[in-house]
């Protein structure tokens, strides 16, 4: 069992800079996929990021070029650098990780402003 804490959401204008992070109860060296996802309202959960534990990481393809994804196993915590955000990125992120069954955190706003 894991539980996950998000923070560094907030509010933002087009074309600026959020670091998300995602803080881990236990060690994550052993999880193999940790990742992120979104909701925004009226519309499914959707893929952001995943990295495995060996790094080898995976993009939605709306963020591709401008979302990284990282993880320090030492500080049990994973990262998502958002660069030059849009409105449409406007959602509750949250942090995933699987292992015997899928573990979410409870969220964290990103609004951005046009």
């Known amino acids: 069992q894991v539980q996950l804490v998000e923070s560094g959401g907030g509010l933002v204008q087009a074309g600026g800079s959020l670091r998300l992070s995602c803080a881990a109860s236990?060690?994550?060296?052993?999880?193999?996929?940790m990742g992120w996802y979104r909701q925004a309202p009226g519309k499914q959960r959707e893929l952001v990021a995943t990295i495995t534990s060996g790094g080898i990481t995976n993009y939605g393809d709306s963020v591709k070029g401008r979302f990284t994804i990282a993880r320090d196993n030492n500080k049990n915590t994973v990262y998502l650098q958002m660069n030059s955000l849009k409105p449409e990125d406007t959602a509750v992120y949250y942090c995933?990780?699987?292992?015997?069954?899928?573990?979410w955190g409870q969220g964290t706003q990103v609004t951005v402003s046009s």
């Open positions: 236990r060690s994550i060296f052993s999880i193999k996929f």
């Open positions: 995933n990780a699987v292992t015997l069954s899928p573990y």
